[in-house]
């Protein structure tokens, strides 16, 4: 056995042998797959499954695949899908209430999810630094997240560092990636001929150990090491944070918010495909014999007009205004009330936006004209 | 009117106008709930179910269908003064449907162009939704209506609740739901971004743009839509029909097809 300090190394062609012990381990493993245009995270038995030989490019709206024209299993980036629906489901119940009869009281008895083991394979820097940012929101507060807390349990990370990134990603200015650094089971490199493995939980080491990897070689861990330093400096997308929520919070009323809600659709897109946003709705489903309802809950977004409303008032009625909460919260609020800012730098909200909406360019242009309020 | 019904057994009437029948067979495709429904509420007036018919007042009346016709803004009438809480279905009666085509028609010439007897259609120049006529106490939208969401709020309403009806855009449906944008991934139209949530974005999820059946989502910014759709590169007229479609005589959408043909040289 390995110690931990020792990364070791995996063939290419031994992969599916990391599958198949996942599998015998009783995971369900997910990993990026072609779907439509763009990778999702999708359940896998084989290695032949996952979406070898693509790879992205990503704009301001705008996602696309081409071949890569090498044997690289994780050539494709990332798609929309993140690390959060796994832990914070996009539609779940967590309340069946029932009644005896008219009149009478309720009882209301949790609906907790089974926490069905599932390993998620490809999973990239900036997706762990959010599952962190969300591990704080869900299971540090006062209330922890029950649901949340038993998928998390569930959840084993095998977390791939990035070689290249597309042009939308800024992990170097959020300190997040591109290199796996934390919060993993399992810690991948993709080199021409295999994998360079590294263990970050007891877990992650068990499975190591049944895998017999030998360590990695010098020669590997080198090509590793400047692999991984072109990619950082290949990143050209940037988010000067040093001063970033003073210079929100001092720019409330700059015009730029207003020219920005002229763009803005008010889809939604950004928050939901941002793996931090946790914002989400409740309601109640009423069962067919009037005795029960189910409480659910999912997935909303501030940039739903029901999200502001209060009491018969919208206080964020126009999309400018809700623009503007999304940012000013994101990377300022957040700050006060988590303790970190909400933002990780993995570019989603900026890719799949449909108008191409980037917050980076945001930032900039009110830093550019601060004080033209 | 409240949104409460307070009757033990409320009674149900199903109406229609100007429409294909499609929502209220929404109503018969709730085949594994048709008959619970039926021990809690009596069913007294559904024509496309059943040819027994029990006169009013009813608890709850659905009205599909949009005004057409004089005898229909009488008849829309007569069933607003027999229903307690009277709910619209379906674009034609939230909107006007497909039919408000002929709100921006010259609506004698092509009856002289159709038919052999114009003298004998009876039609007005426009079709209307049903709030234009009378007071409508909740609209659910939809080309057809979402079967799931008329149980949902009919329970809701025999329990006492107000409808609570979904308010999100078809994108957070569709991103709820994990599939790829169409527009980004596709380079396709689509229309989720300005239009309500309500079917569960189907036209994604079956990797095709939006048609905007539910009408505009509150706040729609359709000239924004517009201008990235026109970067695709859809002639701007294909773009004003996607806008004037079958919930076109919303404003939202109205003035955003307006303003695509004006420019459309
Ligand atoms: S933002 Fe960084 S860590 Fe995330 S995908 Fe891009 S390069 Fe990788
Ligand atoms: S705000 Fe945008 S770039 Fe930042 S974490 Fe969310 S989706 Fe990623
Ligand atoms: S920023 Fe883009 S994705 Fe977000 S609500 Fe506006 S248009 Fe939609
Ligand atoms: S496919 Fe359509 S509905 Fe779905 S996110 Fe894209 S624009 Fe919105």
């Not at chain 2, 429409?19 to 559904?46: K, P, T, Y």
Request: glycine share 10%; charged share 25%; net charge negative.
């Amino acid at each position: 056995m390995p110690d931990a300090s020792e990364p070791c190394w995996l063939e290419r062609t031994r992969l599916q042998r990391l599958l198949d012990v996942l599998l015998e381990r009783g995971f369900e493993v997910h990993g990026p797959v072609l779907r439509d245009g763009a990778t999702l995270f999708a359940p896998v038995q084989r290695v032949a499954e996952l979406a070898a030989g693509w790879r992205d490019e990503q704009t301001p709206g705008g996602y696309s695949l081409e071949p890569c024209g090498e044997a690289r299993t994780f050539g494709v980036v990332s798609g929309p899908g993140a690390l959060k629906p796994f832990v914070f489901a996009p539609h779940e119940p967590l309340l069946q209430v029932r009644m005896d009869g008219p009149g009478s009281s309720f009882e209301a008895e949790p609906v907790l999810p089974e926490g069905h083991k599932v390993a998620v394979l490809g999973a990239r820097a900036c997706d762990l630094a959010a599952l962190a940012v969300q591990d704080r929101i869900f299971l540090r507060g006062r209330f922890p997240d029950p649901h949340y807390a038993v998928r998390r349990r569930a959840l084993f990370t095998i977390g791939v560092s990035c070689t290249r990134s597309v042009s939308t990603c800024f992990c170097t200015s959020q300190g997040t990636g591109p290199e796996v650094t934390g919060g993993y089971d399992l810690a991948l490199t993709e080199l021409a001929e295999g994998f360079v493995v590294r263990f970050g939980s007891p877990e992650g080491e068990d499975l190591v150990g049944a895998l017999g990897l030998p360590i990695a070689s010098e020669e590997a861990l080198r090509r590793e090491r400047s692999d991984l330093d072109a990619c950082a400096e290949g990143i050209e997308r940037a988010l000067d944070s040093g001063d970033l929520r003073d210079l929100l919070y001092a720019n409330l009323g700059h015009p730029r918010w207003e020219e920005v809600g002229e763009r803005c659709l008010g889809c939604g897109n950004c928050t939901m495909v941002c793996p931090t946003c946790f914002c989400h709705d409740q309601r109640d489903e009423p069962a067919l014999d009037g005795a029960a309802s189910l409480r659910v809950r999912e997935w909303d977004s501030c940039f739903n007009p029901e999200h502001s409303q209060i009491h018969g008032i919208n206080f964020r009625a126009r999309v400018r205004d809700r623009y503007r909460q999304w940012l000013v919260h994101k990377l300022a609020g957040w700050v006060d009330q988590f303790d970190t800012s909400g933002c990780v730098g993995c570019g989603r909200c900026i890719t799949w936006c449909p108008v191409g909406i980037d917050l980076t360019e945001e930032v900039d242009a009110i830093r550019r004209t601060e004080g033209a309020s | 009117m409240s949104a409460r019904v307070r009757a033990a057994r409320p009674r149900l009437g199903v109406f229609k106008f100007a429409s294909c029948d499609g929502c209220q067979l929404q109503l018969l495709n709730l085949e594994d709930e048709l008959l619970a429904l039926a021990d809690r509420v009596e069913i007294a007036h559904f024509l496309e179910a059943s040819s027994r018919v029990e006169p009013g007042p009813y608890d709850v009346a659905l009205v599909e269908g949009s005004i057409t016709t004089s005898r229909d803004v009488e008849r829309i009438r007569e069933v607003r003064d027999q229903s307690a809480f009277l709910i619209a279905i379906g674009a034609c009666a939230t909107a006007g449907g497909i039919q408000h085509l002929r709100n921006v028609a010259d609506v004698e010439a092509w009856k002289s162009e159709i038919y052999p007897h114009p003298e004998w259609l009876d039609t007005l120049a426009t079709s209307t939704p049903i709030s234009d006529h009378i007071p409508v106490d909740h609209e659910i939208h939809g080309c057809p209506v979402n079967k799931r969401e008329v149980l949902r709020v009919m329970l809701r309403a025999l329990l006492g609740a107000g409808p609570d009806p979904p308010r999100a855009s078809v994108c957070m449906e569709c991103k709820r739901s994990g599939h790829v944008c169409v527009i980004v991934a596709g380079g396709q139209a689509c229309m989720g971004p300005v239009t309500r949530a309500g079917c569960g974005a189907l036209c994604p999820s079956l990797g095709r743009g939006c048609y905007a059946c539910f009408g505009p989502y509150e706040g729609a910014n359709g000239p924004a839509l517009a201008g990235r759709l026109e970067g695709l590169g859809l002639p701007r007229r294909d773009l004003a029909r996607r806008f004037r479609g079958i919930t076109g005589s919303h404003p939202a959408f109205r003035s955003t097809a307006e303003g695509l043909e004006d420019g459309d040289g």
